[in-house]
């Protein structure tokens, strides 16, 4: 299927113009365009910087036809876009601050122009400015249903942002989902079901995000797996499957997801968007007995500084969080499959009987004598995506327990 990126493409031209984030909705194939729509007649296999100059030259006499005008330092939007090819309206875009205001526009069939006060940052970071990072930002965590990503997920929606759940288990993301949304009293996440391992997943799966929103501004790349084994014995199969989820899975994102950022910089050109991979202290340091694991995290931070320096012409941070052990999620604590049955039965730690053996094993190695938390690796991710000049890098959250040099 090839992705249609033409939301994404309006999306960044709304960012521009406002110098926040927007949400846009796709309805395909109406009867007709609204009377206030901003008409964009294309040809379909015409995109890009091609598209985005065209659509700011559109904008620009769709403007001429409000006698009103915007005022002194506010601007005016279409509440909708209208994409037809030979005079036949192939696609409507409604457009507002979030998706449930955009939700309602469509439903509402209500294209009245917009009238926004556009944000313009000054030298000095504000108090407000901080706190409002993350609202509206839209963003995409892979393994966020459970674990390290459930935390993500919940901690980002609370800092008012719009959550994609992506993950193999759709009825876990879709457990969450509901449970996000009541809290948050709004749509602040939205199920969808990948496999990161299949390139034609993650396509299908980013084609859902453009049709829901128009784009991300944040990815998140954190679904992972481990199977602990010594090299002398690890079957090669089990060694793939770590692999192919941990090391080809961020590759499968990073390409994906790169090519919608790619398209919302065209027309947002002083807007910047972040992949960040979920790593580990493993990819710094090796971990005995699971090499599959480290390996596979050692490559990604290849793959992350590589990223970086390609994709920062168009405006995206590529990063990692390194957190250390996350001892009590599923990962670790799970009674069957844990890290800590898996540690005690191949015989990782010395001289350890019981899972609780292992648990005080690995807490004494850390200065602060504890696991990560959800906590400590939210606020790195906070860190990456507020400093707007760092790319490349692998913050480590480990207690102490990894040191930069």
């Not at 990072?133 to 993500?152: C, D, H, P, S, Y």
């Not at 190695?365 to 606020?379: E, H, I, Q, S, Y």
């Not at 990456?384 to 490349?392: L, R, S």
Request: glycine fraction near 10%.
């Amino acid at each position: 299927m090839i992705v249609d990126y033409t939301a994404a493409l309006i999306r960044g031209f709304y960012i521009d113009l406002t110098g926040r984030p927007q949400t846009v909705v796709t309805e395909e194939w109406p009867s007709s365009a609204p009377e206030n729509a901003l008409k964009l007649e294309m040809n379909p296999e015409e995109n890009g910087k091609f598209f985005a100059d065209f659509m700011r030259n559109k904008y620009e006499d769709w403007k001429k036809s409000f006698a009103c005008g915007a005022g002194e330092g506010r601007v005016l939007l279409p509440s909708c876009a209208a994409l037809t090819d030979n005079g036949k309206t192939k696609a409507l875009f409604w457009i507002d601050n979030d998706i449930d205001s955009a939700r309602k526009r469509q439903a509402e069939r209500d294209d009245t122009p917009r009238m926004e006060t556009p944000d313009s940052p000054g030298d000095v970071i504000s108090a407000e400015e901080r706190a409002y990072l993350f609202k509206n930002r839209i963003a995409l965590v892979t393994g966020g249903a459970q674990g390290i990503g459930e935390e993500i997920v919940r901690n980002l929606t609370a800092m008012g942002a719009l959550v994609f759940i992506a993950d193999l288990n759709l009825e876990g993301a879709q457990r969450l989902t509901a449970i996000v949304n009541e809290n948050e009293k709004r749509t602040a996440a939205l199920a969808l079901q990948a496999d990161v391992s299949s390139e034609e997943s993650v396509q299908l799966m980013f084609s859902s995000v453009l049709q829901l929103t128009g784009g991300i501004d944040l990815c998140i790349s954190n679904a992972g797996v481990l199977k602990a084994g010594s090299v002398l014995d690890q079957e090669l199969s089990d060694f793939k499957f770590v692999t192919d989820i941990n090391y080809t899975g961020f590759f499968i994102i990073s390409k994906f997801a790169g090519r919608l950022l790619r398209s919302m910089r065209y027309s947002a050109p002083r807007w910047s968007t972040d992949i960040i991979q979920i790593n580990s202290k493993s990819g710094l340091e090796g971990s005995n007995k699971n090499g599959a694991y480290a390996g596979g995290k050692f490559g990604s931070l290849g793959l992350v500084a590589s990223f970086a320096m390609e994709l920062v012409e168009y405006g995206i941070k590529v990063n990692a969080v390194c957190p250390g052990n996350f001892l009590d999620g599923p990962l670790w604590s799970d009674p069957e499959k844990g890290l800590f049955v898996q540690y005690l039965k191949t015989g990782k730690v010395p001289g350890a009987k019981t899972i609780a053996d292992v648990r005080t094993f690995y807490e004494s190695r850390v200065p602060m004598k504890r696991g990560c938390t959800g906590r400590d690796l939210v606020r790195a991710i906070y860190y990456i995506v507020e400093q707007q000049y760092e790319t490349g890098q692998a913050v480590p959250v480990t207690g102490g327990q990894i040191m930069l040099h």
